[in-house]
């Protein structure tokens, strides 16, 4: 893990594009398919502008109200920056995040659905979705259980929800090779091209196995707080 205080942002940009090559290079993929989503929860925007000025335009966010304090004002400067949510979403803040957002990583129930479908149509903007998988079927996990997971699918094909994917965060201190492998398998099964999987630990593995968004924050930033 990169020290923060010892490296550059460029370096560490540098350090995580090298490793997306190097896993790319040996799972013969090519590293324009990888999409780095810089997760940039908890830094504030000091931290943020060394990124965008090495080039990093992806970003992402886990609380809407958190972005909605910071980006504003740095897409006046970066106006081709993507910010994509990647945390859990309150239905009665689906428009909010619609408004702000250009991705969604986090759709994982029924009334999400109906609350999304319901902001794309009174915002005009629709904006692609991931669907979050339970990969582990761990209680306290966000995400759509695997067993619910072709009916989710079918209610935000109705709703015409733009689908991009799935999205998954394997359990904690295991192995997650086998999750990220159940979740391609299950992205391959329903058609769906989009597989946001991989953070600071194991993004190499998660590239290997079929990732096309890798979501790290860590190894860029540095540890949160
Ligand atoms: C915080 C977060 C990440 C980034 O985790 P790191 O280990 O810091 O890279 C990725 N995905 C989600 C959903 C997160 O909440």
Redesign the pocket.
């Known amino acids: 893990m990169s020290d923060n205080s010892t490296t550059t942002a460029a370096q560490r940009l540098a350090e995580v594009q090298g490793q997306i090559d190097k896993a790319c290079k040996i799972a013969r993929r090519e590293p324009a398919d990888v999409t780095l989503v810089a997760?940039s929860?908890t830094h504030p925007a000091e931290a943020i502008v060394p990124l965008l000025e090495a080039g990093q335009r992806v970003f992402?966010e886990?609380r809407v109200q958190e972005a909605q304090g910071k980006w504003p004002v740095l897409r006046e400067q970066y106006p081709d920056v993507q910010l994509h949510l990647?945390?859990q979403l309150q239905s009665n803040k689906a428009e909010d995040a619609v408004a702000l957002f250009d991705a969604i990583?986090?759709l994982d129930r029924p009334s999400l659905v109906t609350a999304l479908a319901k902001a794309f149509d009174k915002t005009g903007k629709r904006v692609p979705c991931f669907v979050q998988v339970d990969i582990g079927e761990e209680e306290q996990k966000g995400g759509c259980a695997i067993k619910e997971l072709p009916a989710l699918l079918e209610q935000a094909r109705d709703a015409d929800i733009p689908l991009a994917g799935l999205?998954c965060?394997p359990p904690f201190g295991i192995e997650p090779a086998p999750y990220f492998a159940l979740m391609a398998k299950l992205a391959d099964d329903h058609g769906l091209e989009g597989r946001s999987m991989g953070?600071?630990?194991d993004f190499p593995t998660a590239i290997m196995l079929g990732a096309t968004h890798v979501?790290?924050?860590?190894?860029l930033?540095g540890a949160?707080d």
């Open positions: 997760i929860k992402g886990n990647v945390g990583h986090s999205m965060v953070m600071s630990g979501r790290v924050g860590t190894a930033f949160r």
